[in-house]
């Protein structure tokens, strides 16, 4: 691998590293059980379209600190399961970015 390639390659995983977008739906989707990453986003995608999920959470983190969080205001809230959810999915986009963080820092070291 070249340098060019190299400094390409960090350049996209910082820029990858610099937000955290989770947004959390509730509702129903319809997909293969052996559904590819690829194809589940399709169907969120669609669902969305077709309105038969509902956005319950969303947070946004940006590396300079700015952020937003949404929080539906629906009767009854977030279930809780959702809300869990939502929050490991932040706590896991933290920690993988942390590492990915790491890892391109490692290779200047």
């Known amino acids: 691998m070249s ?3 190299a400094l ?4 996209s995983t910082i820029t ?4 955290l977008h989770v947004q959390t739906f509730t509702g129903k989707v319809n997909f293969v059980d052996t559904a590819k990453y690829e194809d589940i986003k399709s169907a969120v995608d669609a669902a969305v379209g ?14 300079d600190g700015d952020s937003y ?7 009854g809230g977030i279930p809780t399961s959702a809300m869990e959810l939502h929050k490991a999915a932040v706590e896991g986009g933290i920690k993988t970015r942390q590492g990915l963080a790491e890892l391109v820092k490692g290779v200047f070291n």
């Not at 390409?8 to 350049?11: E, L, P």
């Not at 077709?50 to 590396?63: G, Q, R, W």
């Not at 969080?69 to 009767?75: A, D, I, M, R």
Request: aromatic share 10%.
């Open 69 to 75: 969080n949404f929080l539906t205001n629906e009767e």
């Open 8 to 11: 390409t390659k960090i350049n």
């Open 3 to 5: 340098l060019k390639d």
């Open 16 to 19: 990858d590293l610099s937000s």
């Open 50 to 63: 077709d309105k038969s999920i509902t956005l319950v959470a969303e947070s946004l983190y940006k590396f």
